[in-house]
């Protein structure tokens, strides 16, 4: 393909070579679809079958019936040195379907199966019928194409016929006119455009676009304010401009040239509405091989793809699938990216680009560039969206449908993000702003504090609390309450410049032990009050009534008050059978019958409490800690409709000299504690919960020696 640079102002248009190079490819691309006219990319069916192979009935393979997923054997297979993959074709297609490293491994034996494809196949071939063969355990099988048919396309390493993508695009915008169509909204202030035909960067002005999602690395400099792009562009750049023309669009969104670095005004408005940005776009590229803006989109421009292997082999004509392309995107660098998470979380149509094939996702279906199938008869009657059984469980395909389908998703897409790697741990907030707000502009109205997801009233049944004394019913704090009871999969440092009470103030992925199916249960008088930078501190309503205008003025300062019952608790070490967990001593209060269960604890009684640290600085008894009663509790409904009655949620504080900080959050259970008496003895809790099967909120639940207090938390 002509080499695509964009020179000044010149405008670009198709040369003679171009024109030349795209009738060599159209006549191509013709001979693509059918298999028997496709070039063979292992060896000829003229080369002699193996004996073991030779005594393959094919055709009576491929034909079986199969009732279930699971296949039917085939043959037993010796290990992979022992075949003749440099003269037998189906030693050699059978080779390609296994991974590289599997094909080094001497000793393994396999085991060769028949598959039908509405059975066991991709989610896509489930609309065709057909045989295939694959060895067990591998995630590639060898399809059958019947001659003549054309449903299975063969893949050009360097070409890709972008009328098919013409096609996608075209049916989404006819057929799914809800969750797909694009949603009328004021233009982003200051957004630029790239003008891929003239090379220039012009302000935006309501121009159909398509946006670019991709990892930087090392392979480009930063930019600051352009009048047009370089001469010279990293290969990803490039070939994503030739895509945007190729498709029928002028107009292209890449943030290092659309973003002027240099002027904190116009990257602070763009970084809060990236929703918009990638919503509004048509489409959005994402580049999805390589590891960084120098790879390409392979198939587009100088970066080839793999070979598409196939042969004809007796009278079966046969295809080595292509990896599911969630393979490619879950293993791929762009994956890991924080930035790049929130882009194709946020886009409504995407265009991946892997090693193999291009891969298009819109909220409505999914489609793979190797399969032309029945897409409008795989549609529900409304046409909106593919039946279930083209789809990947509640999602179309990888992505989620929008941020999600729940107020309590935002918890899925952060433990998700927190898990994602930056170059800037400053960013930390930046890249998830466009969710965030996603998830404040949308049905659902979340809004959040430094990250803090502030969550809606659960459905679940909160008003049963174990104690009803001390819980009662819900009020809007509650909602940031239950965002702050997060835990860290492992203790990690602090990132400096963020509080310890949010998420973002830690390196580590962060979860949510709750869910909203989980009866929560809160205390209605716990406070929260915000601090400014200027030391005057606003409740909880006042925040709520300034929120927008505390968010583009960053006056809010890494402080909050938290008002609540805590407790003292004194620091043991580490546990004797795990490392990983911290022992902490809590008294519990004196006198009888304080257990929900009907046992009774002596004065003096305390409790063994094992917690996984947030932090990774070094506690010791000395240290002053004090353990916050952020939740009393949550039931946990399992398999069956079993609950277990999980609580309270504590979260640990601790001075460090400069103020309280989070040191750990977690649950009191029966599996992380031990309530001793005065002298030592330990209780043997199993006396006291006979019949919690048949009353499963009347778990056995120790009550702490408590005390209400402020708590400054920074």
């Known amino acids: 393909m002509a080499s695509m640079m964009l020179r000044g102002k010149r405008k670009l248009r198709p040369t003679e070579e171009e024109h030349t190079a795209r009738a060599e490819h159209s006549t191509v691309s013709d001979h693509l679809p059918r298999l028997k006219r496709s070039k063979r990319s292992v060896p000829s069916p003229q080369d002699q079958l193996c004996k073991r192979c030779a005594k393959i009935d094919l055709d009576g393979v491929l034909s079986r019936q199969h009732k279930t997923r699971r296949g039917l054997l085939v043959t037993r297979l010796r290990p992979v040195s022992t075949w003749a993959i440099d003269s037998c074709p189906l030693c050699s297609l059978l080779a390609t379907t296994l991974p590289p490293e599997a094909r080094q491994q001497s000793g393994d034996r396999y085991i060769l199966q028949s598959y039908s494809s509405i059975k066991s196949g991709p989610s896509g071939l489930k609309a065709i019928d057909t045989g295939m ?265 990888i992505f989620p449908r929008g941020v999600g389908r729940g107020p309590w998703e935002v918890l899925k897409r952060i433990e998700e993000y927190s898990s994602k790697s930056l170059t800037n741990p400053r960013d930390i907030l930046n890249a998830v702003l466009g969710i965030l707000r996603a998830f404040e502009e949308g049905p659902f109205k979340i809004r959040h504090c430094l990250g803090v997801p502030i969550l809606p009233r659960p459905s679940g049944n909160f008003r049963r609390p174990p104690e009803r004394s001390e819980a009662t019913s819900w009020k809007p704090v509650l909602g940031l309450l239950v965002g702050l009871c997060w835990r860290e999969t492992l203790p990690s440092p602090r990132r400096l410049g963020f509080p310890s009470w949010s998420w973002t103030g830690w390196t580590a992925p962060v979860k949510w032990d709750m869910s909203d199916m989980e009866m929560l249960q809160t205390d209605p008088n716990i406070d929260i009050h915000f601090e400014f930078n200027d030391g005057h501190i606003i409740d909880y309503d006042s925040f709520q009534d300034s929120y927008n205008d505390l968010n583009k003025s960053l006056a809010l300062s890494n402080y909050i008050h938290i008002s609540a019952w805590t407790s003292t608790i004194e620091l043991v070490g580490y546990t004797s059978h795990d490392d990983k967990y911290f022992a902490a001593k809590i008294d ?127």
Request: aromatic share 10%; with cysteine.
């Open 133 to 397: 063969i694959g060895i067990d355990g591998a995630d590639k099988y060898l399809i059958a194409q019947n001659q003549g048919s054309t449903w299975l396309r063969i893949l050009s390493p360097s070409y890709i016929d972008f009328e098919i993508i013409k096609d996608w695009l075209s049916l989404c915008r006819e057929m799914h006119t809800d969750d797909c169509a694009s949603k009328a909204s004021s233009l982003v202030p200051f957004m630029k455009l790239i003008d891929c035909e003239m090379g220039d960067v012009v302000p935006a002005a309501n121009h159909p676009y398509v946006a670019l999602s991709y990892v930087c690395g090392e392979g480009m400099e930063a930019f600051g304010n352009c009048a047009s792009i370089p001469k010279d562009l990293p290969a990803t750049i490039e070939d994503s401009i030739a895509v945007t023309r190729k498709l029928g669009f002028r107009y292209l969104w890449v943030d290092q040239f659309c973003i002027d670095q240099n002027h904190k005004e116009d990257v602070t408005a763009q970084l809060l509405q990236m929703d918009s940005i990638y919503r509004n776009s048509d489409l959005t590229i994402i580049a999805a091989a390589g590891r960084d803006v120098t790879y390409g989109l392979p198939g587009v421009g100088k970066r080839h793809r793999s070979k598409h292997n196939h042969s004809r082999i007796k009278n079966q004509s046969l295809v080595c699938s292509l990896s599911q392309p969630q393979f490619w995107i879950n293993n791929c660098r762009w994956t890991t990216r924080a930035w790049t998470y929130q882009e194709g979380i946020l886009s409504r149509r995407r265009l991946v680009f892997t090693d193999e094939q291009v891969y298009y996702e819109c909220y409505g279906m999914l489609c793979c560039e190797a399969f032309d199938l029945p897409l409008r008869d795989m549609h529900i009657r409304s046409q909106q969206r593919l039946k279930a059984d083209f789809c990947a469980g509640g999602n179309i395909g």
């Open 588 to 714: 519990l209060e004196d006198g009888s019958n304080f257990l929900d269960a009907g046992g009774c604890l002596e004065d003096g009684s305390y409790l063994h409490w094992w917690f996984k640290p947030t932090t990774t600085r070094v506690l010791t008894p000395d240290l002053t800690c004090i353990a916050i009663h952020m939740a009393l509790g949550y039931h946990c409904i399992g398999k069956g409709s079993a609950r277990s009655n999980i609580g309270p949620g504590l979260m640990v504080v601790a001075d460090f000299g400069s103020g309280m900080e989070r040191v750990a959050f977690d649950w009191v259970g029966r599996s992380n504690r031990e309530i001793f008496d005065a002298d030592g003895a330990r209780y043997d809790e199993s006396r006291y919960v006979r019949g919690i099967r048949a009353r499963p909120t009347k778990a056995m639940r120790p009550k702490f020696k408590k005390s209400w207090r402020q708590i400054r938390l920074r």
